[in-house]
């Protein structure tokens, strides 16, 4: 039931957002600072290992297991991170910094799933292309390019 003072919330524990960044932090004022958002990654040459943060923000009610899993476009995993147990309160949510470093084998569309309680809850796309071909086509900010 919704009025004008209220807002339908999901229930349990849910992501408000997860955002791939160059780099994240907490400062000592308790501000969240993310670096150089970006959606897609360009290289000399294939395979291209990358490094790249990953904050999400997790909000809700009760205890849940989060993990994050890089697909590709076949849905293999190219990795799955451990997984965190969260604790989140109406009052009380969490924010999750995680580095990750993997290898992408070719150019392609590569999904970031983050897996609540087993179950994808949220996508996040990354393009991977290689310079010289055309860039893939977004509205999103400018490319994050990273050089070999």
């Not at 992501?15 to 400062?27: E, G, H, K, S, Y």
């Not at 993310?34 to 959606?39: E, N, V």
């Not at 084998?105 to 809850?121: E, F, R, W």
Request: aromatic share 8%.
């Amino acid at each position: 039931m919704t009025t004008d003072d209220q807002v339908d919330r999901p229930r349990g524990v849910y992501l408000t957002a997860v955002v791939l960044t160059q780099d994240a932090f907490r400062d000592e004022r308790g501000r969240t600072h993310l670096i150089g958002i970006f959606d897609r990654l360009s290289t000399q040459s294939f395979p291209l290992t990358a490094e790249f943060m990953v904050w999400c923000n997790i909000k809700g009610h009760g205890a849940a297991t989060v993990r994050l899993r890089l697909i590709d476009a076949g849905s293999a995993a190219l990795l799955t991170t451990d997984p965190l147990v969260v604790e989140v309160t109406p009052f009380k949510g969490h924010e999750w910094f995680l580095t990750l470093r993997t290898t992408f084998p070719s150019a392609g569309l590569y999904k970031l799933v983050v897996l609540v309680d087993n179950a994808p809850q949220l996508e996040v796309p990354l393009m991977v292309w290689q310079a010289g071909d055309e860039a893939p086509a977004t509205e999103s900010a400018p490319e994050a390019t990273l050089d070999e």
